[in-house]
């Protein structure tokens, strides 16, 4: 597998997980299983998945990519609270961003440990 098609395959993976996570996220409590059993671990861990995921689909990208999901994670708050079953938290954002954090520091520690893809030096 070439870096290109690995890219490809995580953007699709990166974009399937959005959508899936906003799904979740924007349904009826009783159709949705905690995975984790606490709210914060959830959102904790779902953040931290998308930005390994996030930075590998889009590992030139690095600031897009984190701010785009602290973004996404205000963005599902704001849309919860347009809801009568949801509410939203701003412990969930505080999550979110303790997610993205984790995963960002996991993939800066593959990175330096070489067992991650990096950006060709010829590429954007």
């Known amino acids: 597998m070439t870096i290109d098609h690995f890219r490809s395959c995580a953007r699709w993976v990166f974009a399937a997980s959005l959508v899936g996570v906003m799904i979740s996220a924007l349904a009826p409590p009783q159709m949705v299983v905690s995975p984790m059993g606490w709210d914060k671990l959830d959102h904790a861990t779902t953040f931290a998945m998308l930005t390994i995921v996030g930075l590998s689909a889009y590992s030139g990208r690095k600031a897009q990519v984190l701010l785009g999901l602290l973004g996404y994670g ?4 704001l849309l919860q609270s347009f809801t009568d079953y949801r509410s939203a938290e701003v412990l969930d954002v505080v999550a ?9 520091t996991f993939t800066r520690l593959l990175l330096r440990a070489g067992l991650a893809l990096q950006m060709p030096k010829d590429q954007p």
Do not use: K, N, R
């Open 74 to 77: 205000v963005l599902i708050e």
């Open 96 to 104: 979110d961003a303790v997610g993205i954090l984790i995963g960002w």
